[in-house]
């Protein structure tokens, strides 16, 4: 199978909403997406990120969403969100991906790449190995405004 990582086109962007929309409704996550919803993240981010189409043998997949003007523009990319779809986990692509998204950023002049996972995610083994660690300097903090 061969994995391709491009920027993402205009006509993707409802496919890619279906699979943000799909990923993140489901366990660890569990949030609750409407396609119009997902759409408009993914309409935001196809403006203002870098968004990826993550393809195996050209066919969609999967996306990436790097926010390169996290914290220090040019020096930290942000990986704000990473999806592939569910039969196509547990094939290898998530590492292909995010070696092809750090030699990316790395061209580009970037020191450091950082990414946000849920504690309980299949991702934070693959991410473990990949050499991305837990922040020694931040945590992630959050309160409910019910």
Not at 33 to 43: E, G, M, R
Not at 55 to 73: E, H, Q, W, Y
């Amino acid at each position: 199978m061969k994995i391709n990582l491009v920027k993402s086109k205009k006509n993707e962007l409802k496919e890619i909403s279906k699979i943000y929309m799909e990923a993140f409704s489901k366990p660890p996550y569990e949030e609750i997406w409407t396609l119009k919803k997902a759409s408009n993240k993914i309409k935001f981010f196809y403006e203002f990120y870098d968004l990826y189409s993550i393809k195996a043998d050209k066919k969609l997949v999967g996306f990436a969403v790097i926010n390169p003007n996290f914290m220090c523009p040019g020096e930290v990319a942000f990986g704000e969100e990473i999806a592939i779809k569910e039969n196509f986990q547990g094939k290898g692509i998530g590492t292909i991906v995010n070696k092809k998204l750090f030699e990316i950023y790395k061209k580009k002049g970037y020191g450091s790449f950082m990414i946000i996972a849920h504690k309980k995610s299949k991702a934070v083994k693959l991410y473990k190995r990949l050499g991305i660690n837990i922040s020694k300097e931040g945590i992630l903090m959050e309160k409910e405004l019910k």
